[in-house]
Structure formats: structure tokens, C-alpha cells
């Protein structure tokens, strides 16, 4: 019998970057890597898994902006050509290094890797991620949850509650849409929460959500077990809390795992190492290096100084990680139960992207876990949210407080001078959407196409990316641009309407171009009899 | 397949500077700040204008935060080209709006623009104790404090950085 409860929760997110209007995307490909290097691997993970008949539960936040990527067939036919060129590059960097003894077994693992990247998403899975995730969770062990539409920081939309609703809604309806059943928890992008967001989610019919650890820990009132059992919040919908240390055993740069000197390099890439006649066929078509995936040295200490890297000492360190993540969770949980004098729950999630991308054993580390986790302890078991409760233990009522997982522990990093300026356009938009569906409640044909159309532009601009690649201070003119696209569009859009005279061939540019949410019903943005605008009374 | 154009899609349209509406927007940001922002039309200050005649416009323009709890209230004076402000609050968990208005010179206050409520963020453990649910052992390190921000931004972050090494490559694509 366990004592308490493991709930890993990987949140899968990109913002939408599809770009037909560019040959080379440097956006698209934040998206191909992080399909070839962490989706598909972690999919795979799970496929054996399952294959081997460990009892393992993983909880995966599916971003509506990434679900859609992966419907597209713009970019499932661009991820081909990507593939493709990363395969011939494969070829020459396995010819350059034949007779490097340490780098030749390195060029053919890539080789390896790419080849099976193309394998399972062209033969394997027909380019159907939502299929292949679909079977995953139709065993029982791992539950799919969603996320608001376009990951929009809702904290800061809340000034339009109907705004909020309708990124949730957008998010529901997709998810039944694509995986055959409504979500039962959602990821809030960025883990942030406002007063009054709760409502919301009871609204759309949404059992749980997570919330950082002092979004849990500065509950009122204090909540007597922590973070080591969600909370009831006065809407009736379930908050689990962050928990501090496992989180911090893999996040942290400098005391976690993956910032290990065994653990491969992610900056050394032959796409800045290598002459430039040999790799400008796989750079920015304007000669600007880029990282190409083919990295061969392993982190080896704070200096540039790097050494090869040797993936059977990495496959030992991620043995030696996992086994030590367990024991910890062991010692915390037999701990806790023994305090608490009920099973706790440890909840403990990342970003997808973290695992495959950023650090490359992360994949396999989790195999290894769930490995260990089933067959060399009885301590705790793995759960989903929804299993927890179902256990139907008594929880108790209290208030979250506002906080998000970002910098400084609340809205700072989507809230400073450098992206400020959004808000007086995001918020005149939701308000103005909000208007047109109330005052075009029965709309149809091109009316209604074009206030469906509304209502993608507002989302695609309130998506969370956006503020916070400015706040980051790289690539900040792409998210100022795609903010300032999707409000001019809207309100160029939005003067059509009320004047009766849509543009016909302009309308299906925009269709066809920004066509995330193809079934969106803009009366989602209905005004709305919300007890949320009352939430900061209390 | 169709290839748009960014500015064919964009029909030459460029992002308003106002939208010719009276508006003042209180968001929160932590628990000690606030960020507000408004919009005043040239008929709204005229109205005004027309009232408190030449007066007016040399009358200091401020922001009053009032909190809701005690019904006390603090000023911020603002530039009158300024459009928006970040505000120190002293209470975290506190409901808070703003008004603005002007000061004219016999010390009266005349209020232009009302924003919302907003409720400021928490950052210490509750003082209420529900009865009916017994606290453990781990809430006795106290002062607890939680590490905040110990997760995405560094590694989201880098995964744009990365991408981009050197200078003279920022901003572009």
C-alpha cells in the first residue's frame, strides 16, 4: 500500500508559428526541434512504457497553439524538408568524422535519432501526433489536459472576464474536439492565477488546475497540509500546489540534474563550429549560424573549455539522477505521510521542451524514473490529478493567492516596461470583441465568418509568448510584430463588420493564414453574467 | 499553397496611438505594484475645461489610490504627457483602485477617470486558521518563505537566446 502519491505533469506549449509567408522560419524552427528532440522521444518513452507493462502516470498539458501546429498540414509537409536536410547533414557529418574515434559513434547516435524521428512521425504515426497521443491516453496512464487557447497570461486579461473565458472555452473545445473527450484539469499558462479565474474554470467545466507553491502556500486560510494536497477553492474547482523541492532538483540551473558536466552541451553546435561553406546548406539562408542539433561536447565545467561528450558516462549520470530523484521523493513522502497522517501528493511539473531539447538525457531520465519508480520501491505511487480525486480524501476550501511560476514569483516578467504598451490594445480588443458579440448575437455567412476570424486574431494576440520574449530582450521585434499583426488585422477587421462591407479576398487571406481554432463560434465572447469581476471585492 | 504577405495581410494598417475613448485600466503586478493606464480624450479634458475655465490646465493632474479596506487614499502626481504609471502600493492582499483628476488651486480635487478594482497579490502565509483542519509540523519553519520563479524563465528564456548567439543578429530574421 503506498504511503502517498507522485503526479509528474510535463506542460507541452509553443505559441503559434506557422509562417507561410516565409521560406526559412526561424520560429517554425523552435517547432521542428522541439517535435524532433523532445515530443516525439517523450512519446516513445511512453510507447515503451506501456509496451513493457510498467505502471507508470504522466500528465500532459497539450497547448491548444501546439495541438494546432501538429494538425497542420503546411507544416507537417515543412517538417519533411526540415528532416530531410538534417539527414543529409547527417550523411556528411557521419563521412566527416569516420575516423574521429570519439566524435565518428557521436555523428551516427544523430544519424540514428533523426532517422527514427522521421520513421515514427511519417510511417509511424502518418504525421498524426494528436492520433498517437490519443492511444497514450486511452491506456489509462496518461491523462491529457489542455491550457488556455493561446497560452494568454490571463491574470492580465481579467479587466474582460468574457476574454478569459473565451481562452479557456476555445482551449475545451478544441481538446474535445481533437482527443474525443472534454479535459477534466487545465495547465493556466505560466501558472498564473487571479483572483476570480476559478470561476471561470468552474464555468467551463474544469475540475482542477495547478498553481505555483506560494499560490497554494499564501492561501487564506492557511492551508494545513500545503502543497501536499490540492485545495478546494471557493468555486468548487481543485488547485494542486507546486511542490518546491522536486521542482528545484530539476529546474534549477545551477544545483539540477540537467546542468550536469556529463550531461551533453546544448551551445556547442556545429552550426557555429564548422567552416561556413560546409554548413551554409543548413543555416539561415542569410548566412546567420544556427544550431543545427549536431552537438558533440558535453557541458565538462563553467568554462568554454569543452571536452567530447560520451553518452555512456551521460546514460550512467541519468541512472544515478533518477535513482536519486526517487529516493528523495521516498524520504518526502514517508515523511509526509507520517506528519500528515494521510497520503500526500507531490506534484511536480516542467515544461515539455525542457526534456530532449534543452537537456538531451531528460527523456531518458524519465524512462529510467518510471523504471525505477515501479519495479525498486513501494514508498509512493505515480497518479494523475483525476485519480487523486477520485480517492475522494476530504479537502479543504480556501483561497489561492495571485501568483504565477515566473520570475519573482507573480505577473512581473508579463508586466514591465518593456511590453506595457500591449495591454491598452489587448484589453480595447477583448472589450470590442465582446461588444460585436453581443451586438451581432445571430450572424451568419460572411458576417459570420468574419467575427469568427475576430475572435482568432484577439486570441493569436493575446498569447503569453509574445510579452514575455519582450521581457527576455531576443527576437523581441518578431512578438512585437506578431502583437501589432493581430490587432491591426482585428481592428481593420472589426471596421468591415460594423460597416457592412468585408473584403471577401482579404478575409480568406486571413483564414488561411492565421487559421488556429478552424471551429471557433465567436458567441464564445458573449457577454457574460460573471461573478468574476467581483472576485477582488473580497 | 497561397503565400501571404505581412503587410499585405496587415492591409497597411498600423496600430492606433489612441482609441478615442475615456479609459483608466488598473492591472496588478505584485504584491506592492500596481500598473495603471488610461486614455483621455481632447472632449473630455474640454468639458472640464469649459467648467473650471483657464484653472484648469495649470492644475496639477494626479492619480488617487484608494484603498478599499480602510477608504483611505494616496496621490501620485503625473506628467500630463504621461499615459501610463507603475504604483507602490503598501498592502498586499488588498483591494485598490484609482481615480484621476486634477488639483485645482484652492486645494479641491476633481475627478476625471475611475478605474476598476483589482486585489493585490499575497506574499506571506495566512494568519487565518480554519478550526476544523488541524496544521502540521511543516508550517513551524517559520518565517516560511517560497524560492519564486525557480522554473521556466531561465530555461524559456534560453531556449530563444540560444538560438540567436552573437549581436549583430538580434532582431532579425
Known sequence: ?538 | MYKADRHELNAGWKLPGAYGLDRLVLLPKDPHWLFAYWEVTAELENKFRMKYGANWDSAQLVLRIHDLETGGYKEVALDCRSVNNYLQVDEPDRAYFVEMGRILPNGSFISMLTSNIVRTPRNSISAVIDPSWKMFAFWRRQPHSFVYGNSSFEFQADLTAAELFTPETKEEK
Not at chain 1, 149 to 176: K, S
Not at chain 1, 312 to 331: D, I, V
Not at chain 1, 432 to 451: N, S, Y
Request: aromatic share 14%.
Open chain 1, 1 to 538: 500500500m503506498s504511503q502517498g502519491y507522485l503526479a509528474i505533469v510535463l506542460h507541452a506549449h509553443l505559441p503559434y508559428v506557422r509562417h507561410p509567408e516565409h521560406p526559412f522560419s526561424l520560429e517554425e524552427k523552435w517547432y521542428f526541434e522541439a517535435l524532433t528532440e523532445a515530443y516525439l522521444p517523450l512519446f516513445a518513452v511512453f510507447e515503451r512504457l506501456l509496451a513493457d507493462g510498467i505502471d507508470f502516470r504522466i500528465t500532459i498539458s497539450v497547448s491548444p497553439t501546439l495541438a494546432g501546429m501538429w494538425q497542420d498540414e503546411y507544416l507537417r509537409h515543412k517538417y519533411k524538408g526540415y528532416l530531410e536536410r538534417l539527414l543529409t547533414l547527417a550523411d556528411k557529418e557521419v563521412e566527416r568524422t569516420a575516423n574521429d574515434p570519439l566524435f565518428a559513434p557521436l555523428a551516427q547516435q544523430y544519424k540514428q535519432r533523426f532517422q527514427e524521428a522521421y520513421r515514427r512521425f511519417f510511417r509511424q504515426y502518418d504525421g498524426d501526433m494528436v492520433a498517437a497521443l490519443r492511444r497514450l491516453a486511452d491506456s489509462g496512464k496518461v491523462e491529457l489536459i489542455t491550457c488556455a487557447g493561446t497560452h494568454g497570461y490571463l491574470p492580465l486579461l481579467q479587466t474582460q472576464p468574457e476574454a478569459v473565458y473565451a481562452q479557456v472555452t476555445a482551449a475545451m473545445d478544441q481538446h474535445t474536439h481533437l482527443f474525443g473527450q472534454p479535459p477534466k484539469g487545465i495547465w493556466l499558462p505560466e501558472c498564473a492565477y487571479d483572483y476570480g479565474i476559478e470561476q471561470i474554470l468552474r464555468e467551463a467545466g474544469i475540475n482542477y488546475f495547478f498553481l505555483d507553491a506560494h499560490g497554494i502556500g499564501y492561501a487564506k486560510p492557511r492551508p494545513a497540509f500545503g502543497t501536499y494536497s490540492p485545495l478546494i477553492t471557493p468555486s468548487g474547482v481543485a488547485a494542486f500546489g507546486r511542490d518546491e523541492e522536486s521542482g528545484k532538483q530539476v529546474w534549477s540551473k545551477t544545483e539540477g540534474y540537467p546542468g550536469d558536466f556529463d550531461y551533453r552541451d546544448f551551445y556547442r553546435d556545429i552550426g557555429f563550429d564548422l567552416p561556413l561553406d560546409y554548413i551554409r546548406p543548413f543555416i539561415h539562408p542569410d548566412e546567420i549560424r544556427l544550431h543545427t542539433g549536431f552537438k558533440y561536447y558535453r557541458i565538462t565545467g563553467k568554462s568554454d573549455d569543452k571536452e567530447p561528450y560520451c553518452p555512456n558516462k551521460a546514460a550512467q549520470k541519468l541512472a544515478e539522477h533518477a535513482g536519486n530523484f526517487m529516493f528523495n521523493r521516498e524520504r518526502q513522502i514517508e515523511h509526509l505521510a507520517g506528519v500528515m497522517g494521510r497520503p500526500p501528493i507531490v506534484v511536480a511539473p516542467y515544461d515539455a521542451e525542457l526534456f530532449g531539447h534543452w537537456w538531451y538525457e531528460g527523456p531518458d531520465w524519465l524512462e529510467v524514473l518510471f523504471r525505477k519508480v515501479y519495479y525498486e520501491q513501494t514508498v509512493f505511487s505515480p497518479i494523475t490529478p483525476s485519480e487523486y480525486l477520485s480517492l475522494n480524501m476530504p479537502l479543504q476550501e480556501a483561497e489561492p493567492s495571485a501568483s504565477s511560476w515566473g520570475d519573482k514569483g507573480y505577473h512581473d516578467v508579463w508586466l514591465n516596461q518593456a511590453n506595457d504598451w500591449t495591454y491598452r490594445h489587448l484589453h480595447m480588443a477583448a472589450e470590442r470583441m465582446v461588444k460585436a458579440a453581443a451586438d451581432f448575437p445571430a450572424a451568419a455567412g460572411i458576417q459570420k465568418e468574419a467575427l469568427n476570424q475576430l475572435g482568432r486574431e484577439l486570441l493569436l494576440a493575446q498569447a503569453s509568448d509574445w510579452p514575455f520574449i519582450m521581457s527576455s530582450g531576443t527576437m523581441v521585434r518578431y512578438a512585437r510584430e506578431r502583437v501589432e499583426d493581430h490587432i491591426v488585422r482585428f481592428n481593420r477587421l472589426l471596421e468591415q463588420i460594423y460597416n457592412a462591407k468585408i473584403e471577401r479576398e482579404w478575409l480568406e487571406k486571413l483564414k488561411a493564414n492565421d487559421n488556429l481554432f478552424p471551429h471557433l463560434d465567436y458567441r464564445s465572447f458573449a457577454p457574460k453574467n460573471t461573478t468574476a469581476k467581483l472576485a477582488a471585492w473580497h
